[in-house]
């Protein structure tokens, strides 16, 4: 996954690294510009001191004395340090800057200039380079004599710094900085800002009543895992709340029967009179009233459970359930027959003994039902180590296109009226039942005619 505040900081740091990298090479620019001026200054400056003394000293065969006395003046005048050697190198004369700079440094690097008649001047500059910049002995080349005798500029001296750059230059690269910036880092949060905007939107859709409404996953990023996340959300508040819907009309619809016979078994209780025939009129309709009561509470019961399953809402602790012990009771109570697994004398699951009773209670009487006298409950351990329980019949059986809707709540077969008993949610609480175990129901064809209602347990382990 790439992290999205993973790909603004490696934005960023790619942005300010070209940065750096740019305003270096506009800065070395800018020096070596700077640099190469103040050299061809100097330069063109010694050149022509050169050349000045050249034709101002005296002629190589004059005295020493006098060509001392004529390099001490001149470099008097010039300011400048300054030595003459002959033509076998041997100092003549040097002036007196040049004599304390040697003082002071020994390793001061000097050029050298030949003159026309062999003899050679020494030049150092006047201008004192910063620690670490001065020209490293030997550094400076020798000059050569150009056209007409004068000496040629020397040329492949060392490095000098000229001036600082000025705001000027500055201001110019903190602009590069913040427009590089801005451009590298605006396509990534405006990308970033259009999708949350879209997912904002999105929200507010849903919440203002659009349930079927969803909004774009697409990417790897946080944004696109959370839009995921809104996604599978809203798909189950929508399943939730349909699921609710269709409860509340089926549990309506269902209970308009029971209260209908029970308002016109008190109408007819009214109006019976006091003789034998209605006294037993009244007890008929007696049984009739408990009949119905009994059928509301189930039925209330029965939608409270659902309602709670299906919102997940129901907790109950896990705990070591024999399937075996529950069969026996709950078979025995329906008179149906019960084969139970071969040499085990338990069969134990994870869950609650209420809600499992309640799961094969209601398998055995749907069985019971719809599927005529021949019941048969069958215990069994799955190869898993799991445990299979399974509820077979003799009934006419269930259309194999109908194998999954029976499961749903308040559906009927074609033919199953009302008075057959039961409102449709018998099977839909078991299904919500194991999936609540974390087990699974399905109908299947029984061989010779009927079907068989198979619910398995994973392992308890």
Avoid at 95 to 116: A, G, V, W
Avoid at 225 to 244: D, G, K, M, Y
Avoid at 354 to 368: K, P, Q, S, T, Y
Wanted: proline fraction near 5%; charge should be neutral; glycine fraction near 10%.
């Amino acid at each position: 996954m790439k992290s999205l505040y993973l790909r603004i900081y490696l934005t960023l740091v790619v942005l300010l690294l070209a940065f750096a990298f740019g305003s270096t090479w506009l800065f070395q620019r800018h020096l070596e510009s700077e640099r190469g001026g103040f050299e061809s200054i100097a330069n063109e400056r010694m050149a022509a001191m050169a050349e000045l003394l050249s034709m101002a000293l005296p002629a190589a065969d004059t005295a020493r004395e006098r060509q001392a006395a004529a390099l001490e003046e001149w470099g008097l005048r010039l300011r400048m340090p300054v030595a003459l050697n002959d033509r076998g190198g041997e100092r003549i004369a040097a002036s007196e800057q040049f004599e304390r700079r040697l003082e002071e440094d020994s390793s001061t690097p000097t050029i050298r200039l030949p003159l026309k008649d062999g003899r050679s001047l020494e030049l150092m500059r006047n201008l004192r380079l910063p620690p670490g910049l001065q020209h490293k002995p030997g550094s400076g080349r020798q000059a050569g004599m150009g056209a007409g005798g004068r000496p040629e500029p020397p040329s492949g001296l060392s490095p000098v710094f000229g001036p600082r750059p000025n705001g000027q230059v500055l201001l110019a690269l903190l602009l590069l900085l913040f427009v590089g910036v801005a451009i590298g880092a605006y396509p990534v949060i405006r990308r970033l800002t259009r999708r949350l905007e879209g997912l904002r939107a999105g929200v507010e859709k849903f919440g203002a009543g659009n349930l079927a409404h969803r909004v774009d996953a697409e990417g790897h990023d946080e944004v696109a895992v959370l839009a995921a996340s809104f996604n599978r959300t809203a798909e189950q508040i929508e399943a939730l709340l349909r699921s609710q819907k269709s409860l509340l009309a089926n549990a309506s619809h269902e209970l308009r029967s029971p209260l209908a016979r029970l308002k016109m078994a008190f109408s007819m209780l009214n109006e019976s009179g006091d003789g034998p025939a209605s006294l037993a009129q009244r007890e008929r309709l007696s049984r009739e009233i408990h009949t119905n009561i009994a059928e509301l509470d189930a039925l209330v019961e029965e939608v409270l459970l659902a309602s709670r399953l299906d919102s997940s809402t129901v907790a109950f602790e896990r705990e070591s359930v024999d399937l075996l012990g529950l069969a026996v009771e709950e078979s025995a109570r329906v008179a149906a027959d019960f084969e139970p697994p071969e040499g085990l004398s338990s069969l134990t699951v994870q869950g609650e003994d209420r809600l499992l009773r309640r799961a094969m209670r209601n398998l055995l009487e749907n069985a019971r039902r719809y599927g005529g006298s021949q019941v048969l409950l069958q215990l069994s351990q799955a190869l898993d180590g799991g445990a299979e329980l399974r509820v077979c019949d003799r009934g006419p059986g269930v259309p194999e296109a109908m194998r999954e809707r029976i499961f749903e709540a308040f559906f009927r077969l074609p033919g199953h009226a009302e008075q057959a008993g039961g409102v449709g949610l018998g099977l839909n609480l078991v299904k919500q039942i194991a999936q609540a175990h974390g087990a699974s129901v399905r109908c299947e064809p029984r061989e010779g005619g009927g079907s068989c209602f198979v619910l398995s347990f994973p392992s308890a382990s």
